[in-house]
């Protein structure tokens, strides 16, 4: 894309337009999804436990396992 | 499994591996096997341009069916955040190698290496392309027996287009045998 159209997205970061902040949400939160089942799969082969991922992450073992655990088999 | 490969069925699965990085898939399945063997300019290329199948169209249909990587992040949105897509991938990239950002399909090895990894179709087309070649009594896997071991394969993408495409296992076979007896 332009260099000129990209300052105009980057410049609606203020911009109060629900569509504009709203699909910004969506992709962030989209490539923190895949960021996390990169690094948890990275985590798991270099043998952390769910434990120490789930502190990592700021959640409970039991919620790392739930998300990831079912991928993780069908992966493996 | 390569040692038999002729020159252009090497450079087919190389060139697979390109397509299936420049379309942000994080694996090699049968779709990039085929465009790899169009791409190749081989013998396999020029049996498909008999049936008129060329790489452009046959990207238009894999974009079509299996979708780009990565369409559930956009990175002009991330861009308004100030996040640079490229520069993230770029990073990730680098630690874990090609196509590690990318949403992984259900691989056999699921390990994150530095090869896009095969699905368990390609790698089956691979295997039925070798039985192919031995069938044909032929000492060399060619691209040719790519394309044969695609369609053998049946269920994958590449099957899937090409049959839309009215090539068959038999014609294609059948093209094969001709030339080589004449």
């Known amino acids: 894309m332009a260099a000129q159209q990209t300052r105009d997205l980057a410049g609606a970061v203020d911009s109060t337009d629900p569509q504009v902040g709203l699909a910004a949400v969506a992709s962030l939160r989209n490539l923190v999804e895949r960021l996390e089942e990169l690094h948890v799969s990275n985590a798991r082969e270099r043998g952390w436990s769910w434990q120490e991922i789930g502190a990592a992450l700021g959640v409970s073992k039991q919620a790392v396992h739930r998300k990831h655990g079912r991928r993780r088999r069908l992966l493996g | 499994m390569f040692e038999r490969f002729t020159t252009d069925a090497r450079q087919a699965v190389a060139l697979a591996q390109e397509e299936a990085v420049a379309l942000h898939h994080g694996w090699i399945g049968t779709e990039h ?7 190749a300019d ?4 020029r049996l498909l341009a008999g049936f008129g199948v060329e790489a452009a169209g046959v990207r238009d249909d894999v974009v ?10 956009d990175p002009d949105a991330l861009a308004t955040l100030g996040i640079d897509l490229d520069e993230v991938r770029e990073r990730v990239e680098r630690a874990f190698g090609p196509g590690a950002l990318m949403r992984r399909r259900r691989c056999r090895r699921g390990g994150i290496g530095p090869m896009v990894p095969f699905t368990a179709r390609a790698k089956k087309a691979l295997e039925l392309s070798l039985r192919e070649a031995i069938n044909l009594s032929q000492r060399d896997l060619r691209a040719e027996h790519l394309v044969l071991g695609l369609l ?16 068959t296992h038999a014609a294609a076979r059948e093209r094969i045998a001709g030339r080589d007896a004449a």
């Open chain 2, 33 to 39: 096997v085929l465009l790899g063997v169009l791409r």
């Open chain 2, 42 to 45: 081989g013998d396999g290329a």
């Open chain 2, 64 to 73: 079509r069916i299996v979708g780009r990587g990565e369409d559930d992040i």
């Open chain 2, 152 to 167: 053998r394969e049946g269920d994958g993408v590449a099957a899937r287009i090409l049959a839309e495409r009215g090539v």
